[in-house]
T-cell receptor
Framework: ETGVTQSPTHLIKTRGQQVTLRCSSQ?????VSWYQQALGQGPQFIFQ???????GRGNFPPRFSGLQFPNYSSELNVNALELDDSALYLC??????????FGEGSRLTVL | GENVEQHPSTLSVQEGDSAVIKCTYS??????FPWYKQELGKRPQLIID?????GEKKDQRIAVTLNKTAKHFSLHITETQPEDSAVYFC????????????FGAGTRLFVKA
């Protein structure tokens, strides 16, 4: 059984650029949640996907978007990057009533 | 909107002492309360969770208590060890991972040998 994997692990972008982060969920999990974790802060809920549909969204602007694929893997896309988007982006997979299993995260730096 | 407040933000204890971290939540419909431990540079990992149909749960040196009326829940670590040093996050959701899970800001625990 493989755990949650994310790619890339680190990346650097400049303001205004676009970024795509990827997540493979744990085998058997049908729900993927994305979180933004700024340095020294708790994970902030971005959105969640269940069976390829967005199933909940936090207080993030529309330039944060996502997808979930039939194999339950997922992408997070961020357009028009801003300096404040610099953070660790965590993906977590789960079953409906189970715990969240996190990946190691993608650390994004926006210059 | 939903909110989870956590305190203290930093906690320093001597090895062998107990540590207590407290959280409050705002969403009355929350019924699942997990606690995650995040070591430096690593992913958050679940250490214990509690559902609203019980008031207390214990797993070896770790225990959680829940007061639904007051919307409070707490993590208790007894006989702390240096390897307990990490950041601890409380969270709340309406059912589990398949529902929006809101996290607290975290407590950085230092256990001094």
């Amino acid at each position: 059984e493989t755990g949650v994997t994310q790619s890339p692990t680190h990346l650097i972008k400049t303001r205004g650029q676009q970024v795509t982060l990827r997540c493979s969920s744990q085998s058997g999990h049908n729900t993927v949640s994305w979180y933004q974790q700024a340095l020294g802060q708790g994970p902030q809920f971005i959105f969640q996907y269940y069976r390829e549909e967005e199933n909940g969204r936090g207080n993030f602007p529309p330039r944060f978007s996502g997808l979930q694929f039939p194999n339950y893997s997922s992408e997070l896309n961020v357009n028009a990057l801003e300096l404040d988007d610099s953070a660790l982006y965590l993906c977590a997979s789960s079953l409906e009533y189970g715990e969240l299993f996190f990946g190691e995260g993608s650390r994004l730096t926006v210059l | 909107g939903e909110n989870v407040e956590q305190h203290p933000s930093t906690l320093s204890v001597q090895e062998g002492d107990s540590a207590v971290i407290k959280c409050t939540y705002s969403d009355s419909a929350s019924n699942y309360f997990p606690w995650y431990k995040q070591e430096l540079g690593k992913r958050p990992q679940l250490i214990i969770d509690i559902r609203s149909n019980v008031g207390e749960k214990k797993d070896q040196r770790i225990a959680v208590t829940l007061n639904k009326t007051a919307k409070h829940f707490s993590l208790h670590i007894t006989e702390t060890q240096p390897e307990d040093s990490a950041v601890y996050f409380c969270a709340a959701s309406r059912g589990g991972g398949g529902f929006k899970t809101i996290f607290g800001a975290g407590t950085r625990l230092f256990v001094k040998a």
